[in-house]
């Protein structure tokens, strides 16, 4: 479960599928294709192929459209035809402004769309990469989804999109089949958290499992079954809010128990509100439990439970929201190379880590006798999430000053 980088956007005008022939389609009269991809956080990572250069973009049933976040390769975006528009994140800073550019050539695997629209952000203060480790360009939306059946198998880390043409649905008794509902060009599902019904947002680039708008039927202060945290990194700033529990969450004869749940600020969420009957979100910590068959053609999302399915909700019991900034020079055997610098960019208030004396702005050396650079960013999120009781040990450097901190990780809840 990943504390650190929530992706979530909304944009301010309002869009509706329409499922056709314009947009991606397949190569060569290709009946399929598999694409490979890496999950990070439980965030699907894959490349993908604009005006000839590759990037790494997040795929995101949340967001309807390209974003391409500020890069270097910017000449073949110039040389189109381009239009200044006004985005709105999740997150309380409001507005962002970013530039549409039109006729980009995009592939992903066999996949190709000739006259694709990207929105080009140039604010290179929004930068996704820190919080996850690695480079993360832009997302890729809905635009990918609404002509192919799309499946996601989170187990192998491997997507497979059909033509639905030439697409057969087979009989699968261990699955559930969940009705999508299209709202501004996102889809949404119906669900039940305990015995009332929910709407929400289906958002693989949200690594948290779920998102509930309405806190006041699951947090309670006597006794106290929440803590503060923050939540996430959104396209309008950070996001913080409640974390707490609800008991069960079911959809046909699946059913999941004390579901880690998060409830954001209203301040970050307002806008989101404007979509009616919207409840929330389930995001990739949800998903991911799931080898999923996204039909938007048919409008059904089909879900056959994984090898993650069982595993307990987790967070993190450290306290500690790290980041990488930047690199530092290794030289070992007179060998120089670069390595990542790790950064508390937050500590929660009351954590383990809080109370054993770590600070906003320590640089961290080292973790359990191991240096740093040892660990990808991710490791270190799974590290501070399971097995409450582990020591962890961390050498710190502060200003001019070197620190060891020592505490244990304890749950919440």
Same mark, same amino acid.
Request: proline share 4%; charged share 15%.
């Given at each position: 479960m990943f504390k650190g980088s929530i992706i979530c956007i909304l944009f301010l005008w309002l869009t509706f599928p329409v499922f056709g022939q314009a947009g991606f389609h397949l190569k060569d009269n290709k009946k399929r294709s598999r694409i490979p991809f890496e999950l990070v956080n439980n965030l699907p990572i894959i490349k993908v192929n604009i005006n000839g250069s590759y990037f790494s973009f997040i795929l995101d049933t949340g967001v309807k459209s390209t974003i391409l976040f500020s890069t270097e390769n910017v000449d073949s975006f110039q040389k189109r035809p381009t239009v200044p528009v006004r985005m709105l994140g999740l997150g309380p800073n409001g507005y962002l402004y970013a530039t549409k550019s039109k006729n980009n050539?995009?592939?992903?695997?066999n996949a190709v769309d000739n006259n694709h629209e990207v929105y080009f952000i140039f604010d290179s203060s929004l930068n996704f990469s820190p919080r996850m480790g690695i480079p993360i360009n832009g997302i890729l939306g809905n635009d990918f989804f609404r002509n192919f059946v799309v499946k996601i198998n989170y187990s192998s880390r491997s997507i497979v999109i059909y033509d639905p043409k030439r697409y057969s649905r087979n009989k699968c008794n261990k699955c559930e089949d969940l009705p999508l509902r299209f709202i501004n060009g996102k889809p949404y599902i119906d669900i039940k958290i305990g015995e009332r #019904?929910?709407?929400?947002?289906?958002?693989?680039g949200n690594s948290d499992v779920l998102w509930l708008f309405d806190e006041n039927d699951f947090v309670k202060e006597d006794p106290k079954n929440y803590f503060y945290d923050f939540l996430g990194l959104g396209l309008g700033g950070d996001i913080y809010g409640n974390r707490a529990r609800v008991p069960v969450l079911s959809f046909g004869d699946f059913q999941l128990e004390q579901v880690l749940t998060s409830f954001p600020d209203e301040d970050a969420i307002a806008k989101a509100r404007l979509v009616e009957n919207r409840d929330g979100s389930v995001g990739g910590g949800f998903l991911s439990r799931f080898d999923i068959t996204f039909n938007y053609p048919q409008a059904i999302m089909q879900l056959k439970k994984n090898t993650r399915f069982d595993e307990p909700f987790n967070y993190n019991m450290s306290g500690i929201t790290l980041e990488q900034s930047g690199t530092d020079w290794l030289i070992d055997k007179l060998q120089f190379s670069l390595v990542p610098r790790y950064v508390v960019v937050n500590v929660r208030d009351g #954590?383990? *880590?809080?109370? *054993?004396?770590?600070?906003?702005?320590?640089?961290?050396?080292?973790?359990?006798?191991?240096?740093?650079?040892?660990?990808?960013?991710?490791?270190?999120?799974?590290?501070? #999430?399971t097995q409450e009781g582990r020591k962890i040990i961390l050498n710190v450097k502060r200003g001019m000053h070197f620190k060891t901190i020592r505490f244990s990780l304890k749950r919440v809840f």
């Open positions: 050539i995009i592939k992903v695997g #019904s929910v709407t929400l947002l289906v958002d693989s #954590s383990p *880590a809080q109370i *054993a004396g770590v600070q906003k702005g320590d640089i961290v050396l080292s973790i359990n006798g191991k240096p740093n650079y040892t660990y990808k960013l991710y490791d270190l999120i799974n590290l501070f #999430s």
